[in-house]
């Protein structure tokens, strides 16, 4: 019998997801360059329009109509915010934020990595008028490029600091969600909302009744729950969140019931085979159907969404989000547009509360006897992490489109978000590079 290594176990879907997210990452970076590139050619007027277009769907005399632009943020990044709530599902049911002893130092990091740059935004634009609007913006941590810089340092960075960031990360999603949730939305439809709300109970009823099949929950989520949301006035992003939660995360057999009923359908393959022969028999192809039936059984509905659809949201949503988001027109005199409140409270925010929040929390939970930092990570190389956790791009973007009408706000924030992120990674890069572990100190 072939027994798993517990440690392999948990390894191989971190490396997984580690190495999905680092050539990701790649790709990401190459679409903000296009971007930034085209919003300052000759051309930029074509990037301009090209997502004022609109796209609509009609059903007889309906229509529902929206700009490239807006089925971009609304559409895509539902998929993107889908996938969120699945991580994040899977990390609460059985990852590292169902266990309180190790989730306390992650989830702490992320609460003072949220806090202390909304704080110091805050400070620089002060609390009223336009530019006030815009202090969840430094708040967020962009995973894609985070793992990307980690993924270049290979063995210098610890599997035990990768599983942090990444714990942090989605701890850090989650409070991303609910600040879009609660201070970043339109004006709302009460009955829009309960038809949304309508549907999240179908799809927890189906959850509860056992429905597996992934049509039901893409037919009420996307065709029911996000749709309403989308009219109600929530953002519907959030729809996304919402629907992954609905999710089933449980499975039908367990581990050992799993490999005894495998091997037995490999023994009874073995013994069907016909000697010579090289086509299947029709017993075989039934025993193929078997197996293929045990493992949808032995792993989740969450599990299979999250496994196939990382990868798209990676590798295809949020390159194309960053192509449409990322096109800032640099001013003639960069210097004093990063002087200006918005683009300095959104970079000190990144660039200074991040790190500063991250390390200020952890070493209070550790003072208070709460957690620990040393036994595989030193301080140093926590510090490194906290660093590259300053990279928010992603989700600050987003949260930049919901913040402003204006466009010279938008502008000036997105600068912000793009000179601040290139320094905290590269200052992430270069602590960690030359960080000692906590056996050399």
Not at 163 to 175: E, M, N, P, Q
Request: hydrophobic share 55%.
């Amino acid at each position: 019998m072939i027994r798993i290594d517990p440690i392999d176990r948990l390894r191989r879907p971190i490396d997984r997801f580690m190495e999905v997210q680092a050539s990701g990452g790649i790709l990401l970076l190459a679409a903000t360059l296009v971007a930034l590139v085209w919003a300052n050619s000759p051309w930029r007027d074509v990037y301009h329009h090209l997502w004022d277009h609109s796209l609509a769907i009609r059903f007889d005399d309906y229509e529902l109509r929206r700009t490239l632009h807006h089925w971009i943020n609304d559409g895509l990044m539902a998929m993107f915010f889908f996938v969120v709530g699945l991580e994040l599902k899977r990390e609460v049911v059985g990852g590292q934020l169902s266990k309180p002893s190790q989730a306390i130092l992650p989830v702490a990091a992320g609460v003072g990595g949220m806090l202390f740059p909304a704080t110091i935004y805050a400070l620089v634009n002060g609390t009223a008028g336009a530019a006030a609007d815009g202090w969840g913006i430094p708040m967020a941590t962009d995973i894609a490029f985070a793992v990307g810089v980690i993924a270049v340092l290979g063995s210098r960075v610890p599997t035990s600091l990768k599983i942090f960031l990444t714990t942090l990360a989605i701890a850090d999603d989650l409070g991303a969600v609910i600040v879009i949730a609660l201070f970043y939305t339109s004006d709302v439809s009460l009955i829009n909302l309960g038809i949304g709300l309508g549907f999240l109970v179908v799809l927890i009823g189906g959850n509860r009744l056992g429905i597996r099949n992934p049509v039901f929950y893409g037919l009420f989520g996307i065709g029911g729950l996000w749709l309403a949301f989308l009219l109600s006035g929530v953002h519907a992003t959030i729809a996304g969140v919402l629907a992954a939660f609905a999710i089933p995360a449980s499975v039908k057999i367990d581990e050992q019931g799993y490999i005894a009923r495998m091997q037995a359908q490999l023994d009874e393959f073995a013994r069907l085979a016909p000697n010579g022969v090289a086509t299947l028999t029709e017993d075989q192809l039934h025993t193929i159907d078997e197996t293929d039936r045990l493992v949808r059984h032995a792993s989740t509905p969450l599990q299979r969404l999250e496994h196939q659809l990382h990868p798209v949201v990676v590798y295809f949503v949020l390159p194309i989000f960053a192509l449409a988001n990322a096109g800032v027109e640099l001013p003639a005199d960069v210097g004093s547009a990063l002087a200006g409140p918005v683009a300095l409270g959104v970079g000190l925010g990144l660039l200074v509360g991040k790190p500063v929040g991250i390390l200020l929390v952890c070493w209070l939970t550790v003072r208070l006897g709460w957690a620990r930092v040393g036994e595989d990570f030193s301080w140093s190389q926590l510090a490194g992490v906290a660093f590259l956790a300053g990279i928010g791009f992603t989700m600050s973007l987003f949260i930049n489109e919901l913040a402003f009408e204006n466009v010279a706000l938008r502008q000036q924030a997105k600068l912000g978000v793009l000179v601040a992120s290139v320094l905290a990674g590269a200052v992430g890069y270069g602590v960690l590079r030359f960080a000692s572990g906590p056996t050399q100190r």
